[in-house]
């Protein structure tokens, strides 16, 4: 791993559970990867993080697939839908015939039972803001296969919602033992690995009367070490590599150049933000830095983030100003205004907001000396090396800044549960481009508004603008009205800072040549969105 010739002063961490793989021996026809650390929940309404969505993916059998290659909604459990003209009503007619992996029929009332969960408050399921109005919306079977849903009001592009919502046996959930997708969980060691087998009812069959999946199995192992997973890859015992580390994309590259693919920029973005909740554990004057709009801008504009593009993705990035990737052509707004990098008016934004420095040491109005602790995920050195660079940057306007590295479980107690943190710094993984998919974020009362989450009523006239505008957007008919309103949220969000964008990494993935079927995409999860027609070469 390189830094280059910049200097990069100690990062001071603290390492906590570092997890290892325990790698069983692979069947011929199954896959093997790795994943940073323990899925949160199989519960597949409770997903909100990066394994679970995998785990979900894999085994979550859905109404509708979004084909992440053509960017369109195509049916699965259901063999056909319709929208009414109004957008308030969409029927789904669902294949004849339809079995959950232990054998017992998939009907209508299946369906019912797991989008009224999903909808249902008390499951508290990220997917729900989606519908706008989620207590609102009611759901009905008049036949055994058929499946009708009411809205309260039209949402727009509503039938890629159902990507995300698993459908599971009527009252008896079962954390992926017991699904309609292509694979089951079979086994799980937890700090080991995720084993899923075969779903032998799963529904699809290929051109010639095959049924899916090709695959026996897959095994996902628990590994937090990228140098192991690296290794793992070279040697054949990993099949794929899920965002491949900029720093070894070079290394591969120049021993297997066919094994290692970059889309360009991704949908996903690298940002760090203040913790703004009223009822986190901080002293009142540190509450009011972070809540002062002048320190969160000072802060964006005293980052380096051309540096941060250069030196910790090795040029594998792009330096965001905003949460929309140029990647998203559809609904980048090209006019956004940011704040520039721009160190002399950092220092007179704070200077404005009542600090000052004593000698090498910013102070606030108070007499407290500016210093707080910036969260992040131990086991990605990229980010770290993000963190150590944002480090060196906020020193220069005097600011203390220390690095704290928790493996991902405790990160997201901190972050979820105990909102027990100053700063935090993590990536966005957008699923798709339509701005409906990002509710759960900019929603003031969603659990996922990471800042501030679950507001009862907005905390601030710009939240309650960006609320305003995100439902707007979500329900209106006309693309360029859509367009309109989201492109005064990115402005809003440009303008307050509550995330402070960094860059967008590249698509960079590495992939067995020996692997058939496989069609990369920068839209996530960019290898085995099709993982039911995937086969190594030679197999059938």
């Not at 051309?306 to 559809?330: E, W």
């Not at 590295?405 to 972050?415: Q, W, Y």
């Not at 759960?440 to 609320?467: F, G």
């Not at 209106?476 to 309109?484: A, F, G, S, Y």
Request: proline share 7%; aromatic share 8%; glycine share 6%.
């Amino acid at each position: 791993m390189r830094l280059e010739l910049r200097h990069i002063t100690p990062l001071v961490t603290i390492l906590f559970g570092l997890t290892a793989a325990c790698q069983a021996p692979k069947s011929p026809n199954e896959l093997a990867w790795a994943i940073r650390y323990d899925p949160k929940t199989f519960d597949p309404a409770k997903v909100d993080e990066q394994a679970s969505e995998e785990v979900r993916f894999l085994t979550g059998g859905v109404l509708i697939r979004l084909n992440r290659k053509t960017q369109q909604p195509e049916p699965e459990l259901a063999a056909s839908w319709s929208v009414s003209p109004d957008g308030r009503m969409i029927s789904f007619h669902l294949r004849s015939g339809l079995r959950f992996s232990d054998g017992s029929p998939l009907t209508s009332k299946d369906v019912v039972w797991s989008l009224r969960r999903v909808l249902d408050p008390a499951t508290a399921a990220p997917v729900a803001d989606e519908f706008l109005a989620p207590q609102e919306v009611k759901v009905e079977a008049p036949d055994a296969l058929t499946v009708k849903v009411h809205l309260p009001k039209r949402v727009i592009g509503v039938e890629n919602v159902f990507d995300e919502i698993a459908i599971e046996p009527a009252d008896r959930p079962s954390e992926g033992k017991v699904t309609s997708g292509p694979f089951i969980v079979a086994d799980y060691k937890r700090g080991q690995y995720v084993q899923l087998g075969r779903n032998a009812n799963y529904w699809r069959r290929d051109a010639v009367g095959a049924q899916l999946p090709y695959l026996t199995g897959i095994r996902l192992d628990v590994l937090n070490n990228r140098e192991r997973e690296i290794s793992s890859f070279q040697r054949g015992e990993y099949d794929l590599i899920d965002g491949l580390p900029p720093d070894y994309f070079g290394l591969l590259q120049k021993k297997n150049p066919s094994a290692v693919l970059d889309l360009g920029a991704s949908l996903n973005t690298e940002e760090m933000w203040f913790n703004q909740a009223p009822n986190a554990p901080l002293p009142d004057y540190e509450r009011a830095w972070f809540q002062n709009r002048a320190f969160r801008v000072a802060v964006s504009q005293a980052i380096h983030r051309a540096d941060l593009a250069r030196i910790a993705y090795d040029g594998h990035a792009t330096p965001a100003y905003g949460f929309v990737s140029p990647a998203n052509r559809a609904w980048h707004n090209d006019g956004l205004r940011f704040p520039h990098e721009d160190v002399g008016a950092s220092s007179q934004l704070l200077a404005g907001a009542g600090f000052h420095k004593n000698e090498s040491s910013l102070i606030d109005a108070g007499g407290h000396a500016v210093k707080f602790s910036i969260l992040t995920n131990a086991g990605n050195a990229a980010r770290m090396k993000i963190a150590t660079l944002i480090q060196q940057d906020l020193a220069a306007l005097g600011m203390q800044v220390t690095v704290v590295a928790l493996d991902f479980p405790a990160l997201i107690e901190r972050l979820m549960h105990k909102q027990d943190y100053e700063a935090c710094l993590l990536g966005l993984s957008n699923v798709e481009p339509d701005p409906n998919t990002q509710m759960n974020v900019w929603l003031s009362s969603s659990p996922n508004h990471q800042w501030n989450p679950s507001e009862k009523t907005p905390a601030t006239p710009w939240e309650a603008q960006i609320d305003k505008l995100m439902q707007e957007q979500g329900s209106t008919l006309l693309q360029k009205n859509r367009k309109l309103a989201f492109d005064q949220v990115q402005q809003i969000v440009a303008d307050q800072q509550p995330f402070i964008y960094l860059v967008y990494p590249n698509t960079l993935y590495a992939l067995s040549p020996n692997l058939v079927g496989v069609q990369p995409s920068i839209f996530q999860p960019g290898l085995i969105w099709n993982i039911a027609n995937v086969r190594r070469q030679g197999t059938k």
